[in-house]
């Protein structure tokens, strides 16, 4: 890959390739729009968009997509990257959607950036000493079973249990989103389509967009996809009473 990179005193401007975007690495806060921000302190990201409350920080690494890709979904993914790969203890960005039909796009942008930094000495930051091989596996246990996970995103609200190894029960009463959101084309992406089924094969079981008897499901996904039709990790959407995801609950550490 051949960059563009003008280095100055107090920061380095990186061109990408292809008109693609710009990355900007400096030692202090940027306030240009439209883009992502992060916060470094310590040879570690702090950070994802915002900036610290402590204000504590020692570099910025802003970064610029092209006109075509939006903000808010690429600081998303990172957030999102950030949680499952240590760095992070909670997904900074979750009241942020990044839908199901840009999802492909966002994260193939986002791992461009990781590329580019890792080959410019970034690897100690975003590479974890320890990476899970594949998807984070979970783990059911009895005492999981028993607590109520709660829901409360992009507008739907319910109640769920991992009642079985493969079965997650929906309470009655649990309020679902309405309608997906479209691809550029106005048509629906695959996740809005397997979501669309699921509610068709529980068409009875709801009103209005409400649950009128309890349902279950096959998996924390399935939940997602029928509640707001995916777009985000339902490992972190689904919180016990203490705000403490499912994921922490039952992820196994390798």
Same mark, same amino acid.
């Given at each position: 890959?051949?960059?563009?990179?003008?280095?100055? *005193?107090?920061?380095?401007? +990186?061109?990408?390739? #292809?008109?693609?975007?710009?990355?900007? +690495?400096?030692?202090?806060?940027?306030?240009?729009?439209?883009?992502?921000?992060?916060?470094?302190?310590?040879?570690?990201?702090?950070?994802?968009?915002? #900036?610290?409350?402590?204000?504590?920080?020692?570099?910025?690494?802003?970064?610029?997509?092209?006109? /075509?890709?939006?903000?808010?979904?690429?600081?998303?993914?990172? !957030? *999102?990257?950030?949680?499952?790969?240590?760095?992070?203890?909670?997904?900074? &960005? *979750?009241?942020?959607?990044?839908?199901?039909?840009?999802?492909?796009?966002?994260?193939?942008?986002? /791992?461009?950036?990781?590329?580019?930094?890792?080959?410019?000495?970034?690897?100690?930051?975003?590479?974890?000493?320890?990476?899970?091989?594949?998807?984070?596996?979970? @783990?059911?246990?009895? #005492?999981?079973?028993?607590?109520?996970?709660?829901? /409360?995103?992009?507008?739907?609200?319910?109640?769920?249990?991992?009642?079985?190894?493969? =079965?997650?029960?929906?309470?009655?009463?649990?309020?679902?989103?309405?309608?997906? =959101?479209?691809?550029?084309?106005?048509?629906?992406?695959? !996740?809005? @389509?397997?979501?669309?089924?699921?509610?068709?094969?529980?068409?009875?079981?709801? /009103?209005?967009?409400?649950?009128?008897?309890? +349902?279950?499901?096959? !998996?924390?996904?399935?939940?997602?996809?029928?509640?707001?039709?995916?777009?985000?990790?339902?490992? &972190?959407?689904?919180?016990?009473?203490?705000?403490?995801?499912?994921?922490?609950? !039952?992820?196994?550490?390798?």
């Amino acid at each position: 890959m051949k960059l563009d990179v003008e280095i100055n *005193e107090d920061s380095t401007a +990186i061109v990408l390739p #292809e008109g693609q975007g710009e990355i900007l +690495i400096t030692g202090q806060s940027s306030s240009k729009p439209d883009t992502v921000n992060l916060y470094l302190k310590n040879g570690k990201l702090v950070s994802v968009q915002d #900036e610290p409350v402590d204000k504590r920080f020692d570099g910025v690494i802003v970064i610029e997509p092209a006109w /075509d890709l939006e903000t808010d979904y690429l600081a998303k993914s990172f !957030s *999102e990257y950030a949680l499952e790969q240590g760095m992070t203890k909670a997904d900074q &960005l *979750e009241n942020i959607k990044l839908p199901g039909s840009q999802r492909a796009t966002v994260e193939k942008f986002r /791992d461009l950036i990781l590329t580019v930094l890792n080959g410019l000495g970034f690897k100690t930051v975003f590479m974890p000493k320890k990476k899970f091989k594949g998807k984070p596996r979970h @783990r059911f246990t009895k #005492e999981v079973s028993q607590i109520p996970f709660h829901v /409360d995103h992009d507008g739907a609200k319910a109640t769920v249990y991992w009642q079985k190894r493969n =079965e997650m029960l929906i309470k009655a009463g649990a309020v679902m989103k309405p309608d997906p =959101e479209l691809n550029k084309d106005g048509s629906l992406g695959f !996740s809005a @389509r397997f979501a669309e089924r699921l509610r068709a094969e529980h068409a009875d079981s709801f /009103d209005d967009f409400t649950t009128t008897k309890d +349902i279950v499901l096959k !998996s924390v996904n399935e939940v997602g996809l029928f509640l707001y039709f995916g777009g985000t990790n339902s490992w &972190l959407v689904l919180k016990d009473d203490a705000g403490k995801s499912i994921n922490e609950w !039952s992820v196994v550490k390798e």
